[in-house]
């Protein structure tokens, strides 16, 4: 299970929810089933290989009987042509061996395709995730969550890079020795850098000679300023939504996005409810010093259980707390959509779902299969076919291509000076 680690200060007051039934759209129109249908929807950020390695999961496993958020009956059925699996590194259970978890991680996604060849297939680049979807495959690729991964050593970076992994998270919700994440500015006795050390500097113009995405989610705003100002590549965020609706560290401040907007990026939205919905922030705030002892308490009952076993329980523990408190209105997912495609404009805003990463889901998304929502909910908006396919997978794939094309000038660049000598 993906620990949540939200940063946020605990809201002593009661708080009061209407009760609501907004579970999107009631039924797919033919309209937009044909939209959805012809687009290459591509999603930046799951967490499922923690459940291959940790669970044992497996893709193939029947729709009916498992209660995770993708597998292929559900990918299909949402027409997910192309998922960001996350190679998240929990930091201090794996403190000392994060490339070895990060190794093991990637690997597990590997095996997926491995054992699938006829279903799925690894993609490395903008192109392949095209040939996927002209193939009829699922394209499988891999971004890492936190720049803790690369243990300060940049020569890790390109051994990722070389074994497919195309963005990288800058920091998690733990700062690094080379930059500042969002998710533990003010805790007391943490002093994280200020933005990016020199390093970190160096750590971003590396990643863009590799071709390897920029991921500002989860950074803190001083961070984002600073890979904005060293980058020569369009950003993404793989997982973040509008600060404006919602008011939470993990989310982007309209000047951030108007800055995406400049810098040629693309802000991918998270779906997790405290990301998108106001009231359920401010509760799930509001019981985190219970649920997180809570879920410490099942960690230790269960510390010397299988990894499959302990993985369930904990996953449990935090989903019963999280189901405490009302889900959102599916309606708050689309505002954020719709608040970016504002601000930022149409061509920098997608789809980041953070899909079996988080303990619960605004209503009416239940897993990748109600997607098709999204797409009908954005044509009632008024959105049109081109704007709509720009969301769901054509903004990332045009960032992932113009990184690609920075990558490819930079190395030419180098290599012409080489020859000069």
């Not at 960001?84 to 990637?106: D, M």
């Not at 997608?350 to 990748?368: A, E, N, T």
Request: hydrophobic share 40%; aromatic share 8%; glycine share 6%.
């Amino acid at each position: 299970m993906k620990k949540l680690l939200l940063a946020l200060p605990i809201i002593l007051s009661v708080i009061t929810f209407a009760q609501t039934n907004d579970a999107g759209p009631a039924s797919i129109s033919p309209q937009a089933r044909a939209i959805h249908e012809s687009a290459i929807v591509v999603d930046t950020h799951a967490d499922t290989p923690q459940r291959f390695l940790d669970e044992g999961f497996d893709l193939a496993t029947d729709t009916n009987t498992h209660d995770g958020h993708e597998d292929f009956g559900k990918i299909q059925r949402g027409n997910l042509g192309a998922e960001f699996f996350s190679i998240w590194v929990e930091p201090s259970s794996n403190l000392g061996h994060f490339a070895k978890r990060t190794l093991e991680l990637i690997d597990s996604v590997d095996q997926q395709a491995v054992r699938h060849p006829d279903r799925m297939t690894m993609a490395f680049s903008a192109d392949d995730i095209v040939a996927a979807h002209r193939n009829h495959k699922f394209a499988a690729l891999m971004g890492i969550e936190g720049g803790h991964s690369i243990e300060n050593d940049i020569r890790l970076l390109r051994d990722y890079y070389r074994l497919g992994v195309r963005y990288m998270t800058v920091t998690w919700s733990n700062s690094t020795d080379w930059a500042e994440s969002s998710g533990d500015v003010k805790v007391p006795g943490v002093v994280p850098p200020h933005g990016l050390t020199d390093f970190g500097k160096q750590v971003v113009r590396e990643m863009n000679r590799l071709g390897m995405m920029l991921d500002i989610s989860h950074v803190s705003d001083q961070t984002f300023y600073d890979v904005i100002a060293t980058t020569q590549a369009p950003v993404i965020a793989s997982h973040s939504s509008a600060r404006t609706l919602t008011n939470h560290a993990r989310n982007m401040a309209d000047d951030m996005l108007r800055a995406v907007t400049k810098n040629g990026g693309v802000v991918q939205v998270n779906f997790f409810p405290a990301f998108v919905d106001e009231k359920f922030r401010k509760a799930y705030s509001a019981q985190t010093k219970e649920r997180d002892a809570a879920i410490a308490a099942v960690a230790a009952q269960y510390k010397d259980a299988d990894p499959a076993t302990r993985y369930r329980m904990q996953d449990n523990a935090g989903k019963e707390w999280a189901a405490k408190i009302p889900r959102p209105p599916f309606k708050s997912l689309i505002d954020h959509i719709d608040h970016i495609a504002k601000v930022a404009g149409i061509d920098h805003v997608g789809l980041g779902s953070d899909f079996d990463g988080v303990p619960c889901l605004p209503q009416g998304i239940d897993s990748v299969a109600d997607l098709p929502k999204i797409t009908q909910a954005l044509l009632d908006r008024g959105y049109t076919r081109e704007q709509i396919h720009k969301i769901l997978g054509g903004n990332l794939l045009r960032v992932f291509r113009e990184v690609e094309a920075v990558s490819r000038r930079l190395q030419s660049k180098t290599a012409s000076a080489t020859a000069a000598k």
